[in-house]
């Protein structure tokens, strides 16, 4: 292994929901989104304690023994900020964020993300990001966040406007930007002593502070489906 800095697995969980009254609560086939989040997880590669960070007492109450539990009931924009405000309770040089609301998360896109992460010599400055390539109809949805990167997959822009604009045929695919991130811990510390930017707000993206204000350079990792 090139990398051998220490990595855990942070999931951000919060009991509110725009669209749906205690979303990580919901069950599909007897065990809630939460959890199956979880055991996602756990089917991958990743063999450390799993953390999840969460405003809620029943989300407390209902994770299982071995998870890594803190509860904090401030109240954050993002779940990059709910991190960012725990971090004296993790012991490691890298975040992996993963949101708490993806029961179907498939484990190999883990492993690609993790595999990368260890075999490559990454910087205090980096942050990889996965993404998958998605049809034109995904690309009109304003609710996926549609990437550009360059010709080295690094990030150049993330919005929910249709981009990149095609005024001429090209072989560009259209890009989704995943929930799921490796960003060095010192970034993470970072990310609540600057305010939200007028890019962010406008966009509605954790993501975009990262490029925007902190200057990091993210490189993009194709994954298979998410």
Request: proline residues 2%; charged residues 30%; neutral net charge.
């Given at each position: 292994l090139k990398n051998n800095k220490t990595l855990k697995v942070v999931i951000p969980c919060r009991i509110g929901s725009s669209r749906?009254?205690?979303?990580?609560?919901?069950?599909?086939?007897?065990?809630?989104?939460?959890?199956?989040?979880?055991?996602?997880?756990?089917?991958?590669?990743?063999?450390?304690?799993?953390?999840?960070?969460?405003?809620?007492?029943?989300?407390?109450?209902?994770?299982?023994?071995?998870?890594?539990?803190?509860?904090n009931k401030n109240?954050?924009?993002?779940?990059?900020?709910?991190?960012?405000?725990n971090l004296q309770f993790l012991n490691c040089e890298y975040i992996m964020i993963i949101h708490g609301d993806q029961p179907f998360i498939n484990y190999e896109n883990i492993n690609i993300m993790l595999d990368y992460f260890y075999s490559k010599n990454i910087n205090n400055n980096e942050i990889l990001m996965g993404y998958t390539e998605?049809?034109?109809?995904?690309?009109?949805?304003?609710?996926?966040?549609?990437?550009?990167?360059?010709?080295?997959?690094?990030?150049?822009y993330i919005s929910r406007a249709k981009i990149p604009y095609f005024k001429n045929n090209s072989s560009i695919k259209y890009k989704k930007g995943t929930s799921l991130l490796i960003i060095p811990k010192e970034k993470l510390v970072m990310y609540?002593?600057?305010?939200?930017?007028?890019?962010?707000?406008?966009?509605?993206?954790?993501?975009?502070?990262?490029?925007?204000?902190?200057?990091?350079?993210?490189?993009?990792?194709?994954?298979?489906?998410?």
């Open positions: 749906i009254e205690n979303k990580m609560l919901v069950k599909i086939n007897n065990k809630n989104i939460i959890n199956r989040t979880i055991d996602g997880i756990k089917k991958s590669k990743y063999n450390n304690i799993i953390t999840v960070v969460t405003d809620s007492e029943k989300i407390y109450d209902t994770l299982p023994k071995d998870v890594h539990k803190i509860i109240n954050y924009i993002n779940g990059t900020e709910r991190v960012s405000d998605i049809d034109e109809k995904e690309a009109n949805n304003p609710s996926i966040a549609k990437i550009v990167t360059d010709s080295n997959d690094n990030l150049l609540n002593q600057f305010k939200t930017s007028d890019l962010q707000m406008a966009e509605d993206n954790e993501w975009i502070k990262f490029i925007d204000i902190l200057c990091c350079k993210i490189k993009c990792l194709k994954l298979s489906f998410f």
